[in-house]
């Protein structure tokens, strides 16, 4: 393999990055010793023949540009450079944060030297093998082949089926790369994966009854709506509180929210004597997904899916050690709460959780509520059921839907609905909503 370039600042000059991730300086030297000496094997025009009939992308909307692309890259010596780093970064480096892909960069020099944005669906599909004796290595091959077959297809399409895009735009890596890593493995309605806690949140346990307080960390801009400025791309900063979090003279203050999400604008302060630090950032987590495949997600499904994990991994991944355990998704969004029966399944499953507010978008409700590309206007999005007419005619009036999240003490996973919201300084009926 050639490396025209023998420093990151070079590569990215020639690609037209300005900005790129921290993990790409951290591993550029690495990635470039352990290059191959020869041509990168999954970048041959004989390689695809080994894994689109397998993955089901023996399709055309699929097939014919990744194909193209290929000898695409391989005319250019700077693209295959970029596909090892990106490989290595993505496939094979340890310690690296999957979550932390979302924010790459997708650089033009990609549609505009190959044609298309098959390249990180080369990088993908290069992962195959490693995927697989990782898989195999698990002993978790029985309980994950067929999912992770399916995955890869979705992971590797998602982007032309619903973003429109011409192939797989580079940040859309990240959920394929879960799956080369084995680090995601679904059982029974959910899929779950465990990798660094990234929220800037801090969670204090009472000692006595279990009770939870998840305070924000410091630098935290919060609006007096109670949502994180940048919501809805909302970056007004009027009126917005600076979150802090400090220790002194025994007690822990900082703000927070109540366990259904709702903002408290005010401090919070507790005694270190009473509650203890249960997680923090940069702790393991295990994070659930919610496949998209229509299936009901009855309360049983989900506590039945939540103790297959536990046991899951506490035999197949023993070196992991998760202290919290958390929800991204519209399923987690507070603005739901005027559309949910008592007893509706999401109604029932946002019971199990501390809720929390994040920068939220509509986005993902119009991907996985909706099912419509993301260049759908409100108008054009579909009213299959009746929660999908409340919600869109909901913004459509001028309300906001925004995407939230939960969590729960991993130790406190199995303990069943409501446990956060009688215990602790939630007891207290001016605390509750």
């Known amino acids: 393999m050639q490396k025209p370039y023998k420093t990151l600042e070079g590569l990215m000059d020639n690609l037209g990055i300005a900005k790129w991730p921290a993990s790409w300086e951290t591993y550029f030297d690495a990635a470039m010793a352990t290059a191959p000496q020869g041509d990168i094997p999954w970048l041959q025009d004989d390689y695809p023949d080994r894994v689109l009939h397998l993955y089901g992308l023996d399709i055309d909307r699929f097939e014919k540009g990744y194909r193209a692309c290929l000898p695409a890259i391989r005319k250019d010596a700077a693209l295959v450079q970029f596909c090892w780093l990106i490989y290595y970064v993505g496939v094979l480096a340890e310690g690296l944060s999957v979550n932390t892909v979302w924010g790459w960069p997708n650089p033009k020099a990609i549609p505009e030297r190959t044609g298309n944005w098959f390249l990180p669906a080369a990088v993908l599909l290069g992962a195959h093998d ?23 297809f979705y992971s590797a399409t998602k982007d032309i089926d619903h973003n429109e895009v011409d192939g797989l735009l580079l940040n859309a890596l990240a959920w394929g790369l879960m799956y080369t890593r084995a680090q995601i493995v679904r059982l029974g309605r959910l899929q779950f994966e465990c990798d660094i806690y990234s929220d800037n949140r801090y969670g204090y346990r009472n000692k006595k009854d279990g009770g939870l307080v998840v305070f924000f960390g410091n630098g935290e801009k919060i609006r007096p709506d109670g949502f994180p400025v940048g919501t809805l791309d909302d970056m007004s900063e009027e009126g917005a509180t600076l979150t802090t979090l400090y220790a002194q003279d025994g007690y822990i203050t900082g703000y927070t929210t109540t366990p259904k999400g709702k903002w408290i604008d005010h401090p919070i302060s507790l005694p270190l004597s009473d509650w203890e630090l249960v997680f923090k950032p940069g702790d393991t987590r295990m994070a659930m997904h919610i496949p998209a495949d229509g299936t009901r997600m009855t309360n049983e ?33 507070q603005d739901l709460d005027a559309f949910l029966s008592p007893t509706s399944n999401l109604r029932l499953f946002q019971r199990h959780f501390y809720m ?20 759908y206007t409100v108008e054009q999005l579909r009213e299959d059921t009746s929660l999908q007419r409340n919600v869109k005619a909901h913004v459509l009036a001028g309300g906001k839907m925004r995407t939230g999240a939960g969590l729960i003490v991993y130790d406190d996973l199995l303990c069943g609905m409501d446990y956060y919201n009688d215990r602790g300084i939630f007891s207290n009926a001016q605390l509750k909503e």
């Open 130 to 152: 490693t995927m697989w004796k990782r898989v195999q290595a698990r002993g978790i091959e029985e309980f994950c082949r067929q999912d992770y077959i399916a995955s890869i």
């Open 301 to 333: 499904a989900v506590e039945q899916s939540w103790a297959m994990a536990v046991d899951f991994f506490k035999k197949y991944y023993p070196e992991v050690h998760p202290t919290v355990f958390t929800g991204h998704s519209w399923v987690l969004s």
């Open 356 to 375: 929390y507010p994040v920068v939220g978008s509509f986005g993902n409700f119009q991907r996985f509520l909706f099912d419509n590309p993301a260049s």
